[in-house]
C-alpha cells in the first residue's frame, strides 16, 4: 500500500483538539504522523496549501436502496456519490427490499460493500420486523454481526408499549435507538409543512405538533429506560427545545438535523416543486432558525443528510402522490460550510458536526484524525466555488432542490483506509 504524505494544509481534527497548519503521513492504511516537517521516502506528495485536511466525513442517515431497489441506488453507486461529497463512512436505513430485519439482509450488505462499495458502511437494522411496528427484531445478534442502531426510519414506532421494550432490548447491547419521531395520527394524509404556504398552495399540511408530541414522548421513553435515543432530521424548535431540555436533565438523548432543514423553508415546494418534497417537511423560517440555533448551542450532535434518492419517475408527479426525499451526499459539505461563512458555527465545529459528532452517537470507530489510528481522510477546498447541476450528481437519482445553486466549498480528495477512493476533476 503506497505511502501518502499530505504537506501542509490546515489539520482540523476536533475529537483531538487539533487546528494547525499540519503535514500528515499515511503510511499501510494508518495515520503514521501528524506533525511540521514531515518527509518520507516514496510517499505520493499531496499539496494541500490553503485546503482543510479533516477525518474523513461521517454519514450517519443514508438510504442506500440496496438490497431491492437498486434502479434509485445501489451499494457501488450510493457509496460513490458519498465520497464525492468527502464522506468515508455512511450508516444506511434499514428500509430496503426486504427490510434489514435479519442476519442475512445485514450480511448482504456487509458483504457487498466489502466487495462494491467506496467508504465504509455500517448497517442500521429495524427495530420491528419488516417495519410493520409489531414484533421486536433480534437485536443481540444483528448487533453482533456489525449493526450499528436500530430504526424504523420513515414508519415510526407508533405503540408506545413496543418502543419502551425496544428501548430496554437494545440497551444492554449498547445500541441506539434512532426514532423518526412523528405521530402519525397528527400527520393524517399531510403532505407539506401546515402554514400559510399550504394554504394558498392548497395542500394538505402536516402540522409541527406532530413533531414534537413523538419527540417528547421518546424522550420520556428514553429517560425511563435510560436507553439511548437518537432523534432523526429534527426540523421544529419545539423539537430542538424538547432534546436542549432533556439534556440538561441528563436524560440520553442525541439528535442529528439535515442540511435542507436548516437551508430551506417552506417557501421551496412553491410551484409544486416535488424536490422539495420531504418528510419531516421544511418548515417555517422560524423553525429553520431554531435548527440553526440548535446547531450553534450544542443541542445538534451531528449533521446527517437523510440522503434519499428516488426515480425521476417518483417525483415529477402530482406533489400529493410524490415520494418523499432528496439526495444530500454531494450538497451536504458546502451546505454546512455556508454555516460557517454566515458565522452561525465556526470551522471546527462544522467539521465536528460532520465528522466526531456523528461517529459518537453510534459508537463507530471512525472521525477522527489521529497517529496510529485508521487513515480515512477528507481533504477540502474551502473556497471552491461551484454550480449544483442535478444531472451531473453521481448518485443514480437526481432529486435535489439545490439544482443550479452557487455553492462554496468541496471535498477535493476522499482517502479512505490509505487510499485514495476519489480525486475532485
Known amino acids: ?86 464522506f468515508t463512512s455512511v450508516a444506511c436505513m434499514p428500509n430496503t427490499k426486504p427490510v434489514n430485519d435479519n442476519q442475512t ?47 424504523d426510519d420513515g414508519k415510526p414506532v407508533s405503540n408506545p408499549q413496543l418502543m419502551r421494550r425496544a428501548m430496554e432490548y437494545a440497551r444492554p447491547f449498547g445500541l441506539t435507538i434512532i426514532s423518526h419521531a412523528e405521530d402519525l395520527d397528527l400527520v393524517a394524509s399531510g403532505v407539506m409543512n401546515e402554514g400559510p404556504v399550504s394554504t394558498e398552495l392548497g395542500l394538505k399540511g402536516i402540522p409541527w405538533v406532530a413533531e414534537d408530541a413523538a419527540t417528547a414522548r421518546e424522550v420520556m421513553l428514553a429517560e425511563f429506560t435510560g436507553a439511548h435515543l437518537h432523534v432523526a432530521h429534527v426540523s421544529t ?50 423553525d429553520m432558525a431554531a435548527v440553526r440555533q440548535g446547531i450553534a448551542d450544542g443541542t445538534v450532535d451531528a449533521i446527517a443528510t437523510d440522503h434519499a434518492p428516488h426515480h425521476i419517475d417518483e417525483k415529477n408527479v402530482e406533489f400529493n402522490i410524490a415520494m418523499n426525499g432528496i439526495v444530500g451526499l454531494e450538497t451536504a459539505l458546502p451546505l454546512t460550510l455556508k454555516l460557517v461563512e454566515e458565522g452561525v458555527i465556526d470551522l471546527p465545529k462544522a467539521i465536528a458536526l460532520l465528522s466526531s459528532g456523528p ?24 473556497n471552491l466555488a461551484w454550480t449544483v447541476d442535478a444531472q451531473k450528481l453521481v448518485s443514480k437519482s437526481k432529486n435535489t432542490p439545490f439544482d443550479g445553486w452557487q455553492m462554496k466549498g468541496a471535498a477535493v480528495c476522499t482517502i479512505v483506509a490509505g487510499k485514495i477512493v476519489y480525486k475532485r476533476g
Do not use: W
Open 1 to 86: 500500500m503506497a505511502k501518502i504524505l499530505i504537506k501542509g494544509g490546515r489539520v482540523i481534527s476536533p475529537a483531538q483538539k487539533l487546528d494547525d497548519l499540519c503535514d500528515v503521513l499515511i503510511e499501510k492504511g494508518k495515520i503514521a504522523a501528524i506533525g511540521k516537517g514531515l518527509s518520507a521516502k516514496d510517499a505520493e506528495v499531496i499539496d494541500a496549501t490553503g485546503k482543510v485536511v479533516t477525518p474523513g466525513l461521517v454519514d450517519i442517515h443514508v438510504h442506500l436502496r440496496d438490497p431491492g431497489l437498486e434502479y434509485k441506488e445501489d451499494i457501488a453507486s450510493g457509496t460513490l456519490s458519498a465520497v464525492t461529497g468527502g
Open 105 to 151: 439482509v445485514t450480511s448482504y450488505i456487509l458483504k457487498k460493500a466489502a466487495d462494491e462499495g467506496y467508504c465504509r458502511v455500517f448497517p442500521i437494522a429495524s427495530i420491528t420486523r419488516g417495519l410493520a411496528g409489531e414484533s421486536l427484531t433480534e437485536m443481540g445478534e444483528l448487533k453482533a454481526l456489525g449493526v450499528c442502531a436500530v430504526s
Open 237 to 286: 424548535s419545539g423539537s430542538i427545545d424538547i432534546v436542549r431540555q432533556a439534556k440538561k436533565r441528563g436524560v440520553n438523548v442525541t439528535c442529528e438535523a439535515a442540511p435542507h432543514h436548516f437551508s430551506l423553508t417552506d417557501e421551496a415546494v412553491r410551484g409544486y416543486n416535488t424536490n422539495a418534497k420531504m418528510n419531516p417537511p421544511l418548515r417555517s423560517a422560524e
Open 359 to 382: 461517529a459518537g452517537v453510534l459508537n463507530l470507530p471512525v472521525g477522527q484524525l489521529v497517529a496510529g489510528g485508521v487513515a480515512d481522510v477528507t481533504i477540502i477546498d474551502p
